[in-house]
C-alpha cells in the first residue's frame, strides 16, 4: 500500500472499511452513521475506495455467486432511503444482468456507495462465513493501523 498524504483519502479508506463492516456485522446503527456528514467529494473518495476493495476480493474470489436470499439481507441494514436501489442494484449484478459499474451507474452517490459496499460484503459472505469475513476486514483495520493510519474518527 502506498503511502497517504492527503487526510481525505485515509478518511476513506477508514469509513469504506467501517461500512462494509457494519454491513458484515449486521449493525444498521454504525451502516448509517459511517456516511453521517459527508459531502459529496468525501463520499466519491469513499466509494472509490469501496469499488477498488470491491475489486479486489472480485479478483481473488472469481466470480462469486451472491444469493437473492443473502442480498436482500444485508441490503436491509441500507439506511431506508437508499435500501431499494441498493438491492435493485446488486440484484441485477447478482443475476449477471449488469455488470456492477452498469448497476450502480444510474443511482445517486449514496445509493451507489451502498450498493457497491453490500455487494462486497455479499460476495465475502457467501465466499468465507460471516466471522471469516470479520477476521478478514479486521486484519485490514490492523494493517492500516500498523501502517501509520490510525481511523481519523471516534468509533460510534
Partial sequence: MAEFDDPWLVDAMWRATDLTRAYLSQNRAHVETCLAGLDAGRMERVLAWLVLDHDELFERLGEPS??????????????????????????RVALREKGLTAAV?????????????????????????????????DAKAVEYERMGYPRPYPVT
Fill in 105 to 137: 451507474g444510474d443511482l445517486a452517490l449514496p445509493d451507489q456507495v451502498h450498493a457497491v459496499s453490500v455487494c462486497t460484503a455479499v460476495m465475502a459472505l457467501q465466499a468465507h462465513g460471516r466471522v471469516r469475513a470479520l477476521e478478514e476486514v
Fill in 66 to 91: 451472491m444469493a437473492v436470499r443473502e442480498i436482500d439481507a444485508v441490503a436491509a441494514l441500507s439506511p431506508m432511503e437508499n435500501e431499494f436501489a441498493t438491492t435493485s442494484a446488486v440484484r
